[in-house]
Nanobody, 116 residues
Framework: QLQASGGGLVQAGDSLRLSCATS????????MGWFRQAPGKEREFGASINWDGDRTYYAESVKGRFTISRDNAKNTVYLQMDSLKPEDTAVYYCAAAPTWGQWRYWGQGTLVTVSS
């Protein structure tokens, strides 16, 4: 139901835009989020956005560099990642929650690798 894409290998300082296409659920009814899991580490929160897209939250580690957005008409959520750092290397997952914090659905993940 959630399909993340857009990952790849980039150099430090580059940008990437991840997409999360949804199917089988009405996107406007869900809070959406991006999480990431680096090698050998636990999955961590990255960013989230409310139903209408007018409220966003970011982890301190990505604040000011990443931007989450959504297009409910296209059933897609985006994560624009700028000024990428090697420590951003991780598998990125999108998730959907009917209410804040209740992450019910997860995508399969897309790998982002940032070389120094």
């Amino acid at each position: 139901q959630l399909q993340a894409s857009g990952g790849g290998l980039v150099q430090a300082g580059d940008s990437l835009r991840l997409s999360c296409a949804t199917s089988g659920l009405t996107l406007r009814m869900y809070v959406m989020g991006w999480f990431r899991q680096a090698p050998g580490k636990e999955r961590e929160f990255g960013a989230s956005i409310n139903w209408d897209g007018d409220r966003t939250y970011y982890a301190e580690s990505v604040k000011g560099r990443f931007t989450i957005s959504r297009d409910n008409a296209k059933n897609t959520v985006y994560l624009q990642m700028d000024s990428l750092k090697p420590e951003d290397t991780a598998v990125y997952y999108c998730a959907a929650a009917p209410t804040w914090g209740q992450w019910r659905y997860w995508g399969q993940g897309t790998l982002v690798t940032v070389s120094s």
